[in-house]
């Protein structure tokens, strides 16, 4: 007899991370579901374009992480086996700009879906999205799952939150509660606020000659840049252990913005140095010393390893923007790029 079909929850499903295991959960034979604003049934060829090709698939339940109601709702109401939360206010910038909201997302809705899950479905497996600007001003590098969290952002102090709420309701509650500590993960999905997405589009914007320049902050940040789509098996390898735990995502290595530009410029055959502008408003009040994951653990417990390197990395976003805007502007000429 088959067993029946693994039944997954994705809050957060319409973004990058979301859409990228919805895809694998689905190819893995789960039977998934997603959590998204009711504003996104509302306007689905804006806001749920990244699910196109499982749309078909998997369901969508409107809920809002600043409603406990909502969630409680639709747990109430569906039995799942894995919960992937992965919803919440994810840019760094914004939340120095408005760390108010921020935190009460990202804190609270974590919180709800927690508490929601301890109240209806305790043998849920739960996965928490910790960032690497939990570890902020850094202790030690390259930074790994013993490395303590001294943040520099009011995004990064609510990811902190997140994580020890999730470590609470495993070691008060019972539940098997996981994080992923991941570093950058980017991919042609990501939105266009996030230097690498900026990058690859301003690349192309001047490449198909709709832009002179593109303005940047700081060349000289460093990341650890990885591939979304690796990050997300990563995701699920952890709920697939027999206990759960705590785990770096990263590739062990870092590039400067600079460096960045340079490739992606590169791979459009031209020269950054001609085009990249410095940003003093785009600098941020304080930035996270370096970054860098040693996901030694991920590899030895989980098995997961990187697949795309950086080179490969930028390489795939410049062409994917180069061939996105020659399709937009090809059918209509007057679209301006968004970025
Ligand atoms: O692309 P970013 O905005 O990503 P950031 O802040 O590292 O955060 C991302 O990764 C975290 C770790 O996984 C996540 F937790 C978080 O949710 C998000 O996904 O900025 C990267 C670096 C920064 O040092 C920033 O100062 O690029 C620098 N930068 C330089 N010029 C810029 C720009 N960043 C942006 N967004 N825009 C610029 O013009």
Redesign the pocket.
């Given at each position: 007899m088959t067993p029946p079909r693994k039944r997954a929850l994705i809050t957060g499903i319409t973004g990058q991370d979301g859409s990228y295991l919805a895809e694998y959960l689905v190819g893995l034979g789960y039977e998934v579901h997603g959590l998204v604003r009711r504003v996104a049934l509302e306007q689905p060829e804006l806001r749920l374009g990244r699910l196109r090709s499982v749309l078909s698939q998997i369901q969508i339940h409107p809920a809002n992480l600043d409603s406990y109601a909502s969630i409680f709702h639709v747990l109430s109401q569906q039995r799942f086996d894995e919960c992937y939360h992965l919803a919440g206010q994810?840019?760094?910038?914004e939340s120095f700009a408005d760390g108010f909201s921020t935190m009460s997302t990202n804190i609270n809705g974590t919180h709800y879906v927690l508490a929601a899950l301890k109240e209806l479905q305790p043998k849920c497996k739960f996965y928490f999205a910790g960032?690497?600007?939990m570890f902020g001003r850094v202790h030690e590098t390259p930074q790994r799952e013993t490395t303590p969290f001294q943040p520099r952002s009011p995004?990064g102090i609510s990811?902190v939150a997140g994580y020890h709420l999730s470590a609470n309701y495993r070691e008060d509650f019972g539940m098997f509660c996981a994080s992923g500590i991941?570093?950058?993960?980017e991919s042609p999905r990501r939105s266009f606020?996030?230097?690498?997405r900026?990058i690859s589009a301003g690349v192309a914007r001047i490449k198909l000659g709709l832009a002179s320049e593109l303005?940047?902050?700081?060349?000289e940040?460093q990341?650890d840049w990885g591939h979304a789509r690796d990050y997300v098996r990563a995701m699920h390898l952890i709920l697939q252990q027999p206990e759960p735990d705590d785990y770096v995502v990263a590739t062990g290595e870092a590039h400067s913005?600079r460096e960045f530009c340079e490739l992606a410029f590169a791979e459009a055959g031209l020269d950054y140095r001609d085009f990249v502008k410095r940003?003093e408003a785009?600098?941020?009040p304080a930035?996270?010393d370096l970054l860098i994951g040693d996901a030694s653990k991920a590899r030895l417990v989980l098995g997961w390893q990187p697949t795309v390197g950086f080179v490969g990395l930028v390489k795939e976003l410049v062409q994917a923007d180069l061939e996105l805007l020659a399709s937009t502007t090809q059918q209509n000429p007057s679209a301006v790029h968004p970025g």
């Open positions: 994810s840019f760094v910038a960032s690497s600007e995004y990811k991941l570093f950058n993960h606020e996030f230097v690498t900026k303005r940047l902050g700081n060349l940040a990341r913005v940003d785009v600098h941020r930035e996270t």
